[in-house]
């Protein structure tokens, strides 16, 4: 495997007792990791890895996705979010509507 480019880290709300509490475990979160995963191999996009990470704490904007080494945040994320993503990432410009 070559060293990605992009990493994309899905919040999966966990916190340090190991449970998922928060609101993007609630909105499904885990399962945008498989639709990523999917959608970057249908796009031929390699370079892009895809991790689940603790709680974020933007609770208010879950499900909440980071992509690095960018550093763009989203909120609100949804498999139609995802395409604008990787549309974003495959255009080298970031998708619109960043948290700020």
């Given at each position: 495997?070559?060293?990605?480019?992009?990493?994309?880290f899905v919040c999966?709300?966990?916190?340090?007792?190991?449970?998922?509490?928060?609101?993007?475990?609630?909105?499904?979160?885990?399962?945008?990791?498989?639709?990523?995963?999917?959608?970057?191999?249908?796009?031929?996009?390699?370079?892009?890895?895809?991790?689940?990470?603790?709680?974020?704490?933007?609770?208010?904007?879950?499900?909440?996705?980071?992509?690095?080494?960018?550093?763009?945040?989203?909120?609100?994320?949804?498999?139609?979010?995802?395409?604008?993503?990787?549309?974003?990432?495959?255009?080298?410009?970031?998708?619109?509507?960043?948290?700020?």
């Amino acid at each position: 495997m070559q060293k990605p480019k992009h990493h994309i880290f899905v919040c999966g709300s966990f916190r340090v007792a190991g449970e998922a509490k928060g609101a993007c475990a609630r909105k499904d979160s885990t399962a945008l990791i498989q639709y990523i995963e999917s959608e970057a191999s249908d796009r031929d996009l390699d370079n892009v890895l895809v991790s689940s990470t603790g709680c974020l704490n933007l609770c208010d904007h879950g499900p909440v996705v980071v992509v690095y080494p960018e550093g763009n945040w989203y909120g609100g994320v949804d498999e139609a979010r995802i395409d604008e993503i990787l549309d974003g990432i495959e255009s080298g410009t970031p998708a619109s509507g960043q948290l700020a």
